[in-house]
């Protein structure tokens, strides 16, 4: 079978207009002209990228009892980027354009004869080096013994604490420690909207296992565990795929790695990425330190260095992820019984940012209104809801293209029966149901 090369169903022109028109996503800074590589999260993209989160930590903390909680600073003693190899080698290469300026990856660029912009031939410098992480500097002097980076990763967090983490939690391999924060990369060309972007949030999942002879299959296991997780979400298979890397695609110290990759509009671009890195980050860092941070298994009276298995994902692309996948154009009729097209994201119910929308059928009746709104309120406590009131077909309209699972409407029957019309988004079937049992009716679900 050959392989899909774009994902078709919709375009990223598409996806970004209705970010924007629904207040999902907003370039950062925008009244000043944006920022390269920045983006704003809106009101309901707010509430979907936390629902990501959420559904992350779900599988990777809440539901184990061998991963506890962390969360490290920002800005870590410098020192920790050179054990890390992101001072020596954190690099990308660059190329520019001297005739049109424009600053181009070397690996993006199929031959460095002629400028893929303007055209003109001979105008690219030689690849230099170029370091991506983000420098700042820390107190009130700006010489270079204040010099500080904002982190690429959140893991060095994570390994540097090892011994703090373990000694606390009481914990003994095989356990992780599991991280959700943000990240800078001073990428050269950020793009594809909020794929290649700036600054970032990753979850960070760092398992470390005794030397025991069970590695590969906890590696294994953790790769099961992250396909359950996209299945779990409604990610499409058809979309999405785990490529396992070549020896000669993976660090020299990797054992194995696994990419997690989704089919965007523009082509595959890597989720996740899941690695063996066997023991070389706590080795790397008691090298530097001079400090042990190898686990003492009291029972056998020896000491090891624990082997890591870490699996990282990015949430930005994540939360992209899902506003694609769930993008779906579809022909209907509408309540006049006219042929119309609709937009809906067919969200997960964990992941849409409003799980329940409630409407009165009519502005001017207070009494309506008033009925709605206390049916609003009685829902709050269980989930994420909004009111809304108006023409019912660009209600049921604007909450299909945020992906809202179920609509409520209060009509003038309710005051009679103390009924709604509950209408689910994708069968787009309505029934109704007594508002007494309307929270339990939803929870079921939900
Ligand atoms: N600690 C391992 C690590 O950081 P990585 O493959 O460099 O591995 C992991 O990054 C994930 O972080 C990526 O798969 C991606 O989802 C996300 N990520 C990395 N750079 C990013 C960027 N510039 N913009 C958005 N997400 C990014």
Known sequence: MIEPQVATHVTMDEITALAKRRGFIFPSSEIYGGINGFWDYGPLGALLKRNVKDAWWRQNVDLRDDVVAFDSSIIMHPETWVASGHVAAFHDKLVDCRHCKHRFRADHLQSLDQCPDCGMRGSLTEPRNFNLMMKTSVGPMEDSAALAYLRPETAQGMFVNFKNIYQTARKKPPFGIAQIGKSFRNEITPGNFTFRIREFEQAELEYFVAPDGNDMECYEEWVRARKQWYSDYGIKESRLRFYELKPEERPHYAKAGTDVEYLFPWGWGELESIAHRGTYDL?????????????????????????????????????????????????????????????????????????????????????????????????????????????????????????????????????????????ERDSMEQARVSADQLAGYLADRL
Request: charged residues 30%.
């Open 283 to 423: 080795d790397a860092h008691m090298k530097l330190s001079g400090k042990d941070l190898t686990y003492y298994d009291e029972a056998a009276k020896t000491k090891y260095t624990p082997i890591l298995i870490e699996s990282s994902a990015g949430m930005d692309r994540t939360a992209l992820t899902m506003l694609i996948d769930a993008y779906e154009k579809e022909k209907t009729v509408d309540p006049n019984g006219k042929e119309t097209e609709r937009v809906v994201l067919r969200f997960h119910p964990r992941i849409a940012p409003i799980k329940v929308a409630v409407f009165s059928l009519a502005r001017n009746k207070p009494d309506l209104v008033e009925r709605a709104h206390i049916i609003e309120h009685a829902l709050r406590p269980f989930f994420r809801s909004q009111y809304d009131e108006g023409n019912i077909g660009q209600l049921y309209r604007r909450q299909d293209e945020i992906g809202t699972p179920f609509c409520v409407t209060v009509d003038y029957d309710t005051l009679e029966d103390g009924a709604v019309t509950v209408r």
